[in-house]
Structures are given as C-alpha cells and as structure tokens.
C-alpha cells in the first residue's frame, strides 16, 4: 500500500482535491480487493493470473517507434475525427482534427489540466472505484484517455475515433486509459473506440469507458480490440441513460491472449432503448470472456442483446448476460441471443444467461446455443462447386452476418467482414476433426 501511495501522490500534486480523493478511492478498493480469482462467481471460468503473475511495467512516451502508416491501418479510412493514444498518451502526431463547432474531444489529461470542472459531474459517477477491482486499478493510475462532449441537440453525421495503442518493444507494459462520453439530450454521435498493438508483443491493457446519454440522446458506439496475440485486455463500459435515451454497443473482439469484456449498462428514464451487440473470434489457446449486464430501473423500456462466437483450436469462451428487471420497471421488454460456433472438438465455451425480474408486467426472454458447422450445409455447397474451404467460410460469414450487418458503418463493416475473413482457420480436414 505504501508504494501505491507513494504512485498516486506524485501523480496528484497538482490536481484538484475531488481527483485526488477518487484515485485514493481506487487504490484503496483495489488493495483491499485484491485480483480476482475462480473462487469469485465473476470470475469463475476466467483465471487472470497471465496479468497477476507478470510484472508490467508502466507504458512510457516515446518508446513505440510506431509509423503513420501503421495508425492508419489499424485506425481505417472511417473519416471524421480520431484522437490517437499511444501507450496510453495523447499523439497528436496521429491525431485528425475537423469537429464541428461546440463539439469537445480532447485528451483526458488536457482537459483535467485546463477545465477540470467539466469532468467532475461524470468522472466514476458511475464507474466508481468500488464496481470491481480492476475499475479501482484503473482510476487509481488513469493518467490519460479521451473525454467525448457532444453539446445538446447537435447531430454529429461523421464518426469520433478514438484509438488506442499499444506499442514497446522493449518489455511487457501496462496502460490504463480512461474514456469518458457524454452526450447531451437530444444530440446524436457515434464513437468507434479501438484497441491495437503491433503481432508478437506482450502487454497489458485495463480499458475504463463511462458513457452518459442524456434525454432522448442517440449513441452508437463501436468497440473494436484487435490486440496482439500476447496482449491482455480488461474493458469495463459504464453506460447510464435517461428518459427517451437510446443506446447501442457493438463489441468486436479479434485479438488478445486473456481478454475480458464488461458492459454495465443502466436505462435510467422512462422509453430508454438499449441494444448490445458482440462478435468474437477466437483460437490457439486464447480465452474471452464477456459479461454483460442491462438494468432496467424505470418502465417502458426495451432491450436487445446479440452475442456470437467463433471458436477453433484449444480456444476457451465466457458469456455471462444478465438482464435485471427493477420492481417500478414495469412494461420492460427485453430480449437476449447468446450463440457460439466450435470449429474443433477442444474448443470451449461456458455460456450463462440470467433474468433477474423483480416486476409481474414485462416480455423478457433469453437463449444460448452452441453448435459446429452443418455437415449437410457443407455438402450441399461442394456440390455446387465449392472446395471444403469455401464452404466452410461460407457458412461462418453468414453466422458472424448477423452482428456485422447491424454495424451502421460501411467502412468500418467491410473493413471486418474482410479481417473475419483473413483470420479464419484452414479447412485442414472435415468441419468437426477428430
């Protein structure tokens, strides 16, 4: 604790009291807390001793020997601002200006430096340190990240990027960026917040995102990690809506060793409408774990939830959906759809869907499959001409379709369905090896 304290005074000498109190929060919960083990009911089927175990160091400025090229591969031609972090600091360098007039996107560190004022309403209002150990983690050492203002009634036509990279060669390092969205009633945006690194490094990321949607405020957020093969990803997204507010979440998941993905996500007023959608593909022996919760606390909302996965090889899975139905959130509709796709017969997932209905007036539903290739559909498409390859990327294309083709990006869709594509496995045999 001495250390950690010794950490969260030098990098709070110069910030304001409410700041320094919240990092001190975090640590505090993070100490007290520990790591998470299998023994928390969380944490059951995803053991985080690849982060635990290994020392990171913490990510440095100015070691990534990164090129504008590379950004602009893993950022994509979506147009629209991008805000640039590398190891967890702001790289105008990289960045792209053009925002419309009253629109606010800056660093974090720059707009705690200059107008702290203007985040202390939001920041860990409801990502408070006390949620789960790695949000204390984060908001004890957040030292950069992106804060997102989009003023009342503006309607933003061109995507915010925001991307985040990590990048040092030289040792395993670790960042913790923060985000922080608020979009004021009756604006529209929507944010694809990305995370990369160059193949082969190792590195750790633990990823806080908070999202405000104000009355009858429109989000559409994109989540895209496409992280080294070495790398660990802790993601955890806050989201709170008011009356008439309407959310949505696509969570694309393409790299990473041990990735976990949370989304909290709370409807808050009367006639809010939240959708959370996912995608992910995973191999070798590589684990992702997604855990998702939508609290409905007020009536006449709706909710519709969509997960698949692509597993091959020795690969593991977690899928945790829970739907709470609050006691006055009568009228609440809400669906869920979790479904997974085994390439191989070592493949594995543990799927757990969960209601949780504290009301008598509401439509709720949920369902989880987990399935391998149609043989007959493969046998059909090799009469037709195509070889065992194609078929089988055939099939898997429309399985991932159902995610992808609700991304409102054309872009940034086709740019994925083409990385999908690139990053299926060989048909080195029949559909189900032995």
């Not at 080294?228 to 393409?254: E, K, L, P, W």
Request: proline share 5%.
């Amino acid at each position: 604790m001495a250390d950690c304290d010794r950490l969260v005074t030098a990098r709070s000498a110069t910030e304001p009291s409410w700041l320094r109190n919240l990092r001190r929060q975090g640590i505090e919960h993070f100490v007290d807390a520990g790591f998470p083990t299998t023994r928390d009911e969380e944490w059951k089927f995803t053991s985080v001793a690849p982060i635990a175990d290994r020392h990171f160091a913490p990510a440095q400025d100015g070691q990534s020997g990164l090129t504008t090229d590379l950004v602009e591969r893993w950022a994509g031609a979506l147009g629209g601002y991008r805000l640039v972090l590398v190891n967890g600091a702001y790289a105008p360098q990289f960045s792209v200006g053009g925002l419309p007039a009253g629109v606010h996107v800056s660093s974090l560190r720059s707009i705690l430096a200059t107008n702290p004022a203007a985040v202390e309403p939001y920041l860990g209002r409801f990502a408070s340190p006390d949620r789960q150990a790695f949000t204390g983690l984060n908001t004890g050492f957040l030292q950069d990240g992106a804060f997102v203002w989009i003023p009342p009634g503006t309607i933003i036509e061109q995507p915010i990027s925001l991307l985040f990279v990590s990048a040092s060669p030289e040792t395993a390092s670790v960042s913790h960026p923060r985000v922080l969205i608020v979009a004021g009633d009756r604006s529209q945006a929507r944010i694809v917040e990305g995370y990369a690194g160059p193949p082969g490094q190792e590195y750790f990321t633990n990823a806080v995102t908070e999202v405000v949607v104000g009355s009858g405020a429109v989000v559409d957020h994109y989540k895209l990690q496409r992280e080294s093969q070495r790398a660990c990803h802790i993601g955890s997204m806050y989201v709170h809506g008011t009356r008439d507010s309407t959310f949505s979440s696509h969570s694309i998941a393409f790299g990473g060793a041990l990735v976990r993905n949370d989304i909290i996500a709370v409807l808050d007023g009367e006639g809010g409408d939240y959708t959370l959608n996912g995608l992910y593909l995973v191999d070798g022996r590589r684990l992702i774990d997604n855990h998702t919760t939508i609290d409905h606390a007020k009536p006449h909302c709706g909710s519709h939830e969509m997960y698949k996965g692509i597993l091959s090889g020795h690969a593991r899975a977690v899928f945790n959906g829970k739907i709470i139905v609050r006691p006055d959130a009568q009228k609440t509709d809400a669906k869920q759809t979790n479904k997974a796709l085994l390439l191989s017969d070592d493949a594995q997932i543990n799927t757990k869907p969960q209601l949780e209905i504290f009301a008598n007036d509401v439509k709720c539903t949920h369902g989880a499959a987990v399935g391998q290739l149609d043989e007959d559909a493969i046998f059909y498409l090799r009469a037709r001409g195509l070889d065992l390859q194609q078929a089988r990327d055939m099939l898997i294309q429309a399985f991932a379709g159902d995610v992808l083709n609700r991304i409102r990006i054309e872009p940034l869709k086709k740019s994925l369905e083409a990385h999908l594509l690139s990053e299926l496995p060989a048909a080195g045999g029949p559909a189900n090896p032995q």
